[in-house]
C-alpha cells in the first residue's frame, strides 16, 4: 500500500524554499561581482585626473634637479612610457596588493595605509556614534510634535546641519570651545605626551581609544576622548540630520499603522507608543542609510581631519594631492572605493535579510 506524502507549503526543503534561497545566492554573487566594475572605475577615474595635471617628479623636485636629472628619474619611475602602457602596469600591481611607494617620501603606499587607516576609522566610529545619538532621538521627537514648533525647528536643524560644509562646522567649533571658551583642544588626536606614551605600548592597534582602554591609564583615556569631541561632533552632525530626517519621515509613517492606531485606542501612552510600538520598524530603513553614509564619511573626512590636523587618511590624501603625489593618491581613493563598495554589499545583505521582496 502507497503512502502519499504531501509538502507542506513554505515548509523547509520545499521547492518554493529551494528556490528562495536559489535567488537569494543569486543576488549575493550579482551583488558582490558588482564591487569589481564599482572599484574599476573610479580608481581609473583617478589614475586618469592624476595625469592631467602633470607627472609627481616634476612637482616635486623640477626645480630641484638638472632636465637630463630629471628625465633620469621619470624614466626610472615608468613616467615617460605610454599611458596605456602606465595603466596596464598599474591596474596588474593593484592586482597583486602593490600599491607602489610614495614619490616624496619614498615610503611603501600600504605603509601609509596601514599607518594612518587607523585614525580614519576610529574618527568615522565617532561621527557615527554622535549621528545615532543626536540623529534617532531627535527625529522621535520631530515625528511626535508633527507640524508644531518643535518640528518645524528640527527640520531646520537637519536642514542646516546637512546643507552646512563639514570644514566650516569644524572651525565654528574650535573657534568657540577651544579658542574662546578653551574647554577642549583643537587639533590633533591627543596630546604629546599621550600620544608617546600610547606608542610605546608593547601592541597597538593604532586606534588610540582602544590604545588608551588596554594601558588603563585614567589620563591617557581622558585625553583621547577630549581630542574626539570636536572633529567627532563636525563630521557626525553632516550624517545627524540625514538621520533626523529619515526618523521623523519613517515614524509619521508607522505611527498610522493600524496595529499602532489599536495600541493607541487601547489608551496606550503617546510616550510609550512611540518608543515600545513604532520605533522599531521606522529604524530599520536607517541600517541602510547609515552604511549609505560611509562614502560621505571619508569625504568629509578630508575636510575634518584637515581642519582638526587629525592625522588619519583624509589628511594625508589633502598632502599627497597637494604635492601631486600620485601612487599615495591612487592608494588612498583604492582603499576608500574597496572600503565602500564593500559597504553596500553589506547593505544590500542586510536589506535582503529584511525585506525578502529586494532579492528579486
Same mark, same amino acid.
Given at each position: 500500500?502507497?503512502?502519499?506524502?504531501?509538502? #507542506?507549503?513554505?515548509? /523547509?526543503?520545499?521547492?518554493?524554499?529551494?528556490?528562495?534561497?536559489?535567488?537569494? =545566492?543569486?543576488?549575493?554573487?550579482?551583488?558582490?561581482?558588482?564591487?569589481?566594475?564599482?572599484?574599476?572605475?573610479?580608481?581609473?577615474? +583617478?589614475?586618469?585626473?592624476?595625469?592631467?595635471?602633470?607627472?609627481?617628479?616634476?612637482?616635486?623636485?623640477?626645480?630641484?634637479?638638472?632636465?637630463?636629472?630629471?628625465?633620469?628619474?621619470?624614466?626610472?619611475?615608468?613616467?615617460?612610457?605610454?599611458?596605456?602602457?602606465? %595603466?596596464?602596469? %598599474?591596474?596588474?600591481?593593484?592586482?597583486?596588493?602593490?600599491?607602489?611607494?610614495?614619490?616624496?617620501?619614498?615610503?611603501?603606499? #600600504?605603509?601609509?595605509?596601514?599607518?594612518?587607516?587607523? $585614525?580614519? /576609522?576610529?574618527? $568615522?566610529?565617532?561621527?557615527?556614534?554622535?549621528?545615532? +545619538?543626536?540623529?534617532?532621538?531627535?527625529?522621535?521627537?520631530?515625528?511626535?510634535?508633527?507640524?508644531?514648533?518643535?518640528?518645524?525647528?528640527?527640520?531646520?536643524?537637519?536642514?542646516?546641519?546637512?546643507? #552646512?560644509?563639514?570644514?566650516?562646522?569644524?572651525?565654528?567649533?574650535?573657534? +568657540?570651545?577651544?579658542?574662546?571658551?578653551?574647554?577642549?583642544? $583643537?587639533?590633533?588626536?591627543?596630546?604629546?605626551?599621550?600620544?608617546?606614551?600610547?606608542?610605546?605600548?608593547?601592541?597597538? *592597534?593604532?586606534?588610540?581609544?582602544?590604545?588608551?582602554?588596554?594601558?588603563?591609564?585614567?589620563? $591617557?583615556? *581622558?585625553?583621547?576622548?577630549?581630542?574626539?569631541?570636536?572633529?567627532?561632533?563636525?563630521?557626525?552632525?553632516?550624517?545627524?540630520?540625514?538621520?533626523?530626517?529619515?526618523?521623523?519621515?519613517?515614524?509619521?509613517?508607522?505611527?498610522? =499603522?493600524?496595529?499602532?492606531?489599536?495600541?493607541?485606542?487601547?489608551? +496606550?501612552?503617546?510616550?510609550?507608543?512611540? #518608543?515600545?510600538?513604532?520605533?522599531?520598524?521606522?529604524?530599520?530603513?536607517?541600517?541602510?542609510?547609515?552604511?549609505?553614509?560611509?562614502?560621505?564619511?571619508?569625504?568629509?573626512?578630508?575636510?575634518?581631519?584637515?581642519?582638526?590636523?587629525?592625522?588619519?587618511?583624509?589628511?594625508?590624501?589633502?598632502?599627497?594631492?597637494?604635492?601631486?603625489?600620485?601612487? =599615495?593618491?591612487?592608494?588612498?581613493?583604492?582603499?576608500?572605493?574597496?572600503?565602500?563598495?564593500?559597504?553596500?554589499?553589506?547593505?544590500?545583505?542586510?536589506?535582503?535579510?529584511?525585506?525578502?521582496?529586494?532579492?528579486?
Amino acid at each position: 500500500m502507497s503512502t502519499l506524502t504531501q509538502e #507542506t507549503p513554505g515548509a /523547509v526543503g520545499t521547492p518554493a524554499d529551494r528556490a528562495a534561497g536559489l535567488g537569494f =545566492a543569486r543576488y549575493l554573487v550579482v551583488r558582490f561581482l558588482l564591487i569589481i566594475p564599482t572599484v574599476l572605475i573610479l580608481v581609473s577615474l +583617478v589614475f586618469l585626473l592624476m595625469r592631467l595635471t602633470g607627472d609627481p617628479i616634476s612637482a616635486a623636485f623640477g626645480d630641484r634637479l638638472t632636465p637630463d636629472q630629471l628625465q633620469a628619474k621619470l624614466h626610472q619611475a615608468g613616467y615617460d612610457r605610454p599611458l596605456l602602457t602606465q %595603466y596596464l602596469d %598599474y591596474l596588474r600591481s593593484l592586482a597583486t596588493g602593490d600599491f607602489g611607494r610614495t614619490v616624496t617620501d619614498n615610503q611603501p603606499v #600600504t605603509h601609509v595605509l596601514g599607518t594612518y587607516g587607523a $585614525a580614519t /576609522v576610529e574618527l $568615522a566610529c565617532y561621527a557615527l556614534l554622535v549621528a545615532l +545619538v543626536i540623529g534617532v532621538p531627535l527625529g522621535m521627537v520631530a515625528a511626535s510634535y508633527r507640524d508644531r514648533a518643535p518640528d518645524a525647528v528640527l527640520r531646520l536643524f537637519a536642514i542646516l546641519t546637512y546643507a #552646512t560644509p563639514v570644514f566650516f562646522v569644524g572651525l565654528l567649533l574650535k573657534l +568657540v570651545f577651544a579658542i574662546r571658551l578653551g574647554w577642549l583642544p $583643537a587639533s590633533g588626536r591627543a596630546s604629546t605626551g599621550v600620544q608617546l606614551f600610547l606608542q610605546d605600548q608593547t601592541s597597538t *592597534t593604532g586606534v588610540y581609544l582602544i590604545d588608551a582602554l588596554r594601558s588603563g591609564d585614567g589620563t $591617557a583615556i *581622558t585625553d583621547v576622548l577630549r581630542h574626539a569631541v570636536l572633529p567627532g561632533l563636525a563630521l557626525g552632525l553632516l550624517v545627524a540630520g540625514v538621520l533626523l530626517r529619515l526618523v521623523r519621515t519613517n515614524l509619521i509613517g508607522t505611527l498610522s =499603522a493600524e496595529y499602532v492606531e489599536a495600541a493607541r485606542s487601547r489608551g +496606550v501612552a503617546p510616550l510609550r507608543l512611540v #518608543t515600545r510600538h513604532a520605533t522599531r520598524p521606522a529604524l530599520i530603513p536607517v541600517v541602510t542609510v547609515l552604511g549609505l553614509q560611509v562614502a560621505g564619511l571619508l569625504g568629509g573626512a578630508v575636510l575634518t581631519e584637515t581642519t582638526f590636523e587629525w592625522r588619519g587618511l583624509g589628511y594625508e590624501l589633502a598632502h599627497y594631492l597637494t604635492v601631486r603625489d600620485f601612487p =599615495a593618491v591612487q592608494g588612498i581613493v583604492a582603499l576608500f572605493a574597496v572600503v565602500v563598495a564593500v559597504t553596500n554589499f553589506l547593505v544590500d545583505v542586510v536589506a535582503a535579510l529584511i525585506d525578502p521582496r529586494v532579492r528579486y
